[in-house]
């Protein structure tokens, strides 16, 4: 089998090199690099799921918001303010709403994206049109 040489892709960064190891008689140190990964790597293994954080926030808020609710409630049951428990809970409590919230936000801005590029291409679309025509 004949070795051919590595052809780079232009986007792709070229990965560290590693540094040189030196070796000490009491212990042996392994380092190890990271390749970097570009953008399009990234959107490449997961799919273009990174841009839809929101969408994967939701889940875990509703859980960490239910928790925090039944959390609090015991504590509260036991009619014992002010102690972790009832701290605990109210942090998880607020924690899930910030999240709900926070995808929420992001939800309405990545609509207002989509109307805004949506009415951009059809401006451009109408425009091609009329020079079509004239």
């Known amino acids: 089998m004949t070795e051919e040489p590595v052809k780079e892709s232009p986007g792709v960064p070229k990965s560290p090199t590693p540094a040189p190891m030196e070796k000490n008689p009491k212990s042996e140190v392994v380092v190890t690099t990271v390749p970097l990964v570009s953008e399009v790597q990234l959107m490449a293994a997961?799919?273009?799921?990174?841009?839809?954080?929101?969408?994967?926030?939701?889940?875990?808020?509703?859980?960490?918001f239910i928790?925090?609710?039944?959390?609090?409630?015991?504590?509260?049951?036991?009619?014992?303010?002010?102690?972790?428990?009832?701290?605990?809970?109210?942090?998880?409590?607020?924690?899930?709403l910030f999240l709900l919230a926070s995808s929420a936000l992001c939800w309405k801005v990545r609509q207002r994206r989509k109307k805004a590029k949506r009415r951009e291409s059809q401006t451009a679309?109408?425009?091609?049109?009329?020079?079509?025509f004239a």
């Open 67 to 96: 928790t925090g609710i039944v959390v609090t409630a015991v504590a509260y049951s036991f009619n014992s303010h002010g102690s972790i428990i009832s701290i605990l809970g109210l942090v998880l409590l607020s924690s899930g």
């Open 46 to 64: 997961t799919g273009g799921a990174e841009l839809s954080c929101y969408r994967c926030i939701i889940p875990f808020a509703v859980v960490v």
């Open 125 to 132: 679309l109408v425009a091609n049109q009329r020079s079509l």
